[in-house]
Nanobody, 115 residues
Framework: QVQLVESGGGLVQPGGSLRLSCAAS????????MGWYRQAPGKERDLVAT???????NYAGSVKGRFTISRDNTKNAVYLQMNSLKPEDTSVYYC?????????WGKGTLVTVSS
């Protein structure tokens, strides 16, 4: 099994920045993709960004140029640097681990962008 723990959420003003972290533990495969997803109240969970173990990244159009995903394979961790935050970025942010048929989700961390 894989366990994921997110941290770094909080309240930030519009235009501000936050950095989310996700620590993975358990039975991990060296070849995997990790990502960040978000879910606002009453809405579906959507992709924010993903990164492969080789460093290939993919971003949702709404965050491209503002958010940066990165990972540290030595620490089994993935990060999301969020800049120029907007009120519409307010959501619960979830970390996801994927390796072929193996999938795990974290419990989420709340990001609130408000003045």
């Amino acid at each position: 099994q894989v366990q994921l723990v997110e941290s770094g959420g909080g309240l930030v003003q519009p235009g501000g920045s936050l950095r989310l972290s996700c620590a993975a533990s358990g039975r991990l495969f060296s070849s995997n993709t990790m990502g960040w997803y978000r879910q606002a109240p009453g809405k579906e969970r959507d992709l924010v960004a993903t990164i492969s173990s080789g460093g290939s990244t993919n971003y949702a159009g709404s965050v491209k140029g503002r958010f940066t995903i990165s990972r540290d394979n030595t620490k089994n961790a993935v990060y999301l640097q969020m800049n120029s935050l907007k009120p519409e970025d307010t959501s619960v942010y979830y970390c996801r681990y994927m390796h072929y048929g193996v999938e795990a989700w974290g419990k989420g961390t709340l990001v609130t962008v408000s003045s």
